[in-house]
Structures are given as C-alpha cells and as structure tokens.
DNA sequence: ACACTTTATCATATTAGCATGATAAAGACA
DNA sequence: TGTCTTTATCATGCTAATATGATAAAGTGT
C-alpha cells in the first residue's frame, strides 16, 4: 500500500509525536526502536523537517520534534512527500484521462473504494492514531 | 495501487474477455492496442495462463482465450499472481502480526478502507466491468 | 578555542521492477 | 515433411527504490 518509504516515515513521526515530549528525539534513538536503517531514516527525517513536519535541532541535545500539533497533523501531509497516493489512485487501469465523463471500464465501481482510501489518509490525524496516550505499537 | 505488471494483467484480461469471442486474440495485436511492450505482456500473458486465467494456443490462429467464465473470474484472481494484495493491505504500518488482538497504532480507523479494498478485489468480476457489452475504455 | 554530540550530505552498493531483443518450441496446414 | 505462424523462454539492460558507510557541517557546553 505504502512504499517503504513512506511507511518509515508514517512510523517514525509516530514516534516523535508519542516520545518528543520536550526533549526532541535523536535519530540513532529512533532507529534502534523502529529497526529502520540509521541513515536512511535520517533522509527521511531530513525530508520531512524541509516539509515542516519535523523541525531539527543538531547539535548537544538535538533531535528531532512535531513540526505541526499532531491534531493537525494529517497522515497525508507525512505521507505525500514519499508516495503520490491522491494521483495514485485516481484509475485503476492507469488511464491519464479517467473521470465520470471519461469513465475507464472500472471507474464506475472503483471510485469509492479509491475515495475512502483517500480520505482515510486526509482525514486521520497522527493524534488520531495515538489516541487516548496509552502506549501503542508501532 | 496495482504494480504496472498487474495492471498490464488486469488491462489484458479484459481485452481478451471483450475481443476473444470465438477465436483466440493474438499478443501482438493486444500489445498494440493496449500500448503494452510486447514481450513484456507475452510473459505476463503465459503467467496468467499458468494460473489459469487465460488458455494460450500455440500455432496458426493461435493466441489467449479467457480460462474462466468472466462472471466467475474476479479481478483479486487476475491481480494475485503479480500483487499479494491481500498482505499487502493488512497492516498500515508494516507490522507482520497485526489484528483485533495485536492491533498496531494504525488498525481501528485503517481495517475498515482496507477491507474495502479486498472486498473490491475479492467481489468484483471481468463481466461486471464489461457490463452491458457496451465498448469499453481499457 | 576546543571537544563533543548530533544532523546533513555525499558516494556508492544492492535489489527488484520494468523492459527489450534474440532464439527455441509448438502446432496448423499445404 | 516442410514452412509458416504463434507462443515460450533465455539473456541482458535500464531505472528507481532501498540501503550502507564515510565525511562534512552545525550547534552546545567547558
């Protein structure tokens, strides 16, 4: 469903949001918890705090933070910087052209499907996903 | 959503099941017209053959004819063979254990689009999306 | 200024998906 | 049997995603 990619990054902000509770988080930390590659998930961080949903701080006690408050924070902003899903999943046959006029042969019964994925990733917050505070799995 | 093979798969069924009415429909012409590299698709075409999904001929007037009734063969049959959606789509996040019992921060708010998208797979057949034999954009 | 910690970035390797071109094998039919 | 048409398969190349290791740059505190 995700890439890769995209799913370290989903899980890594989960973690920010449930552990930077002051203090920001360091990505060594992060990738021990979460078993992602320590580099590679720095890029992924990195990508992320250019698109403001993580600040960094280097240095002694740096790390990384929510860049947005995590009811704000939607699963689509995280997301989309990795997987282009709202264009993804317009047609399933890949057609470039494929709306209501310009129907593919599965359009008529795959559009819901294709819309309730999309709002899900619009709709959900990261506060959503954490929930009431009890620890979660990730 | 569908990886490009899987699509290709899904695009070809569909021209057979809509142009393979009494003789066979040739790789070449299908490559053609649905714009697939041509040994690319021929590779497809005889894993879909293996599966089941379609009967190749060889020989003069040779080609693929669909291996099911279209109302009987449903899209999750032609897709699984080159996607394992049904994996792919269990858990958000990743984890290999996720359930009602194991459930990962993800699980309430995602099983629900997830199920939707199997259930599309799963319930959808070639001859739902053919419809009333009107000609069809593939 | 210096030492230390941490993120940022560069260079490179690995793998899988996607694709192409050439050749082999099978079947139809004169 | 021989020839033609068609699918089957092999060998190879290309590209993007994924990953690793080394080094640079930035900030903190002494």
Redesign the pocket.
């Known amino acids: 469903m995700l ?3 995209a799913e ?1 990054a989903l899980r890594a902000v989960l973690y920010v949001a449930e552990h930077a509770t002051g203090r ?5 930390e992060m990738a021990d918890a979460l078993r992602i ?1 320590r ?2 998930l ?2 992924i ?2 990508q992320l ?1 250019h698109n403001g949903v993580l600040v ?9 933070q929510l860049g947005v408050r995590p009811d704000r924070l939607t699963l689509s902003a995280v997301v989309t910087p ?1 997987d282009r899903i709202e264009q993804q999943r317009r047609c399933l046959l890949g057609r470039p052209q494929c709306s209501d006029r310009t129907a593919c042969a599965a359009h008529e019964r795959w559009k819901d499907v294709a819309g309730a994925v999309a709002d899900f990733f619009r709709d959900t917050t990261v506060a959503d996903l954490l929930g009431n505070g009890a620890t979660v799995r990730i």
Chains 1, 2 share one sequence.
Not at 24 to 28: D, E, F, L, M, N
Not at 56 to 64: C, D, M, Q, T, V
């Open positions: 890439s890769q990619t370290y920001p988080v360091r990505v060594a590659p580099n590679y720095s890029k961080l990195h705090a960094s701080l280097r240095g002694k006690a740096g790390g990384f990795f």
